[in-house]
């Protein structure tokens, strides 16, 4: 079996082979490694410190982050130099005052450091949540000290992307399509006249609205004044029944004396 390329000499020359290949990196189990390294050196997002640390923070407690990891639904957050605290997450819905689409539109990304506080730790999954809108971004103080939660302060966080309303938005998508020589155009083909028509139309519109409400309101108050003209009649007559009731009584109780 000696010299030839089966049995345990074949598998120990390729174990070898193999054992090479891994040490000088060019494959093998700890490719992943080279690419980090790769990563490392040309200043990518492996140059953050990696996180080591197991424990889970206290409820309430602030602490300084950086984020890294972004995701639709919110970014995970390095607590410190990672050392300590496990990542935890911070939610679209704790970014600002609105819920943001995805942390982007907050200002935030990978490498961004923020002042975050922990609002809720499951000791059971080992996972616990941040926010970032309750603690002062210049300093780290805490703007909710009694955690009521309550109205929003000014947390002095400038990252966010102003939005704009739908119909602001829509506004300014027609503003901007209709600009310089194309407002023109489209403005010179609209006569005086036809505006004149158009506000007319209009006019006569509200007019004829506000008749008809006039017209239903009288109506009303007609059918209102009669109900109330019926019952004053039927109160006089009641009256009138009393006194004459009231007289009988008295030439009653007169005859019976006199008698």
């Known amino acids: 079996m000696v010299g030839t390329s089966s049995g345990l000499g074949g598998f120990m020359s390729g174990a070898s082979i193999r054992f090479s290949k891994m040490k000088s ?123 009521t939660k309550g109205r929003l302060p000014d947390n002095h966080w400038q990252g966010a992307k102003p939005k704009l309303a739908a119909p602001a938005l829509a506004a300014t998508s027609a503003t901007s399509a209709l600009t310089g020589d194309s407002f023109k155009a489209a403005a010179s083909g609209v006569k005086r006249r036809d505006l004149e028509e158009m506000v007319g139309s209009e006019d006569d519109e509200e007019s004829s609205e506000d008749s008809d409400e006039r017209e239903e309101v009288s109506k009303q108050l007609k059918k209102a004044k009669k109900k109330l003209e019926k019952a004053r009649k039927k109160a006089e007559k009641v009256k009138k029944k009393l006194e004459k009731k009231g007289k009988k009584d008295k030439k009653e109780k007169v005859g019976s004396g006199s008698s």
């Open 25 to 147: 990196g060019t494959g093998g189990a700890d490719a992943w490694r080279d690419g980090l390294a790769k990563a490392y050196q040309s200043g990518g997002d492996a140059k953050r410190p990696r996180t080591s640390g197991m424990q889970l923070p206290k409820v309430n407690s602030i602490h300084t982050a950086t984020v890294v990891c972004t995701k639709e639904f919110g970014a995970f957050c390095q607590l410190g130099d990672g050392d300590t605290f496990k990542d935890g997450m911070l939610h679209v819905s704790h970014m600002g005052e609105t819920r943001f689409e995805c942390p982007e539109d907050a200002g935030l990304k990978v490498g961004t450091k923020i002042w975050v506080k922990v609002t809720e730790v499951k000791d059971d999954a080992m996972k616990y949540s941040l926010d970032m809108r309750y603690v002062d971004q210049k300093d780290g103080k805490d703007l909710d000290a009694y955690q």
